[in-house]
């Protein structure tokens, strides 16, 4: 591991522990050379599992990427990066427990779209504005509108549709 500092290769770990549920290990490094102390996660190197896109382009799955994606939609809402991070855990967890080796991105995207349903109502409207390309208010107001049909909002909520 180069230090990010002086670029040496020489380092100690100073400590150890488990990170993101046990997905992770997180280690604190030392520099031998310069002592300036660094952090490293260590995780588990997935089969490579390729996304098919829309037009057809297999890419492989980029963790980084739907992180990127729902951190988007969740920008100025109050969810903590420790919950984007384990929600794209359970995605990443759930992609290889049933065994995919190609996935359609819809299929991904619908995954996100279930989570942020839960994690954020307006995290959710916002990614599937650009998930089903709406066009139009008429296309947010009839998302939203199923949105609060499916989970009816509460008097602590004001009514942003009346």
Known sequence: MRCPKCGSTEDKVVDSREARDGHAIRRRRECQKCQFRFTTYEIVEREELRVVKNNGVREPFSREKLLGGMRKACEKRPVTSEILE???????????????????SNVIGAKVMRRLEGIDQVAYVRYASVYRQFEDVGEFLSEIKSLGARNPLEDTHPQLFP
Do not use: F, H, T
Not at 87 to 100: F, P
């Open 86 to 104: 384990q929600s794209v855990d359970e995605i990443a967890d759930e992609l290889e427990q049933e065994g995919y080796r190609e996935i359609p």
